[in-house]
């Protein structure tokens, strides 16, 4: 434990189509960065309709919540624990009431929460089909190998995903 003298960690953010399962934006960012200060970076390139997006407590905040609104997407974010209600009328506090009355796994069910996971899936194919780890030393290097092992995770998915029954 403690800190690595040469080694430290960098964070790989995704999002990805619920319909097809490719990752359509993806950024690369030092441990120290928040989640939610790298959603407007993963939306701003984006050229297509985006009806929701879904994203743990750490992007229950206002800066991502303003950017979701401008762009006229439905946020599917649980609020934190000592969440309290924000402006009236604001989309965040059904899930908040939802939170205060006990019935939050029920908001997420009736949101469509729960395709959050094929992010959490999106991540683990990607460390499946790569090691997980980036070979390179420098910085934007290593943002370029990461890119390139995304594209190439969505060329494997574009030759077939299985079917389930």
Not at 97 to 109: G, R, V
Not at 135 to 145: D, I, W
């Amino acid at each position: 434990h403690g800190n690595e003298k040469r080694r430290t960690w960098r964070k790989r953010h995704l999002a990805v189509d619920v319909d097809t399962h490719e990752v359509i934006s993806a950024e690369v960012s030092l441990v120290n960065v928040g989640d939610s200060e790298v959603l407007p970076a993963l939306l701003n390139p984006l050229r297509r309709k985006i009806g929701s997006v879904s994203g743990d407590g750490a992007y229950d905040t206002k800066g991502c919540h303003n950017v979701l609104q401008r762009k006229g997407i439905t946020p599917l974010i649980p609020p934190r624990k000592n969440a309290s209600f924000w402006d009236d009328g604001h989309p965040r506090n059904e899930a908040v009431k939802a939170l205060k009355s006990d019935t939050l796994a029920q908001w997420k069910i009736n949101s469509g929460y729960h395709d959050r996971s094929l992010s959490e899936t999106a991540m683990s194919r990607y460390k499946g089909l790569t090691s997980g780890q980036l070979s390179l030393r420098n910085y934007n290097a290593q943002v370029g190998e990461a890119l390139a092992n995304v594209k190439a995770m969505n060329k494997v998915i574009g030759l077939g995903m299985p079917v389930r029954n």
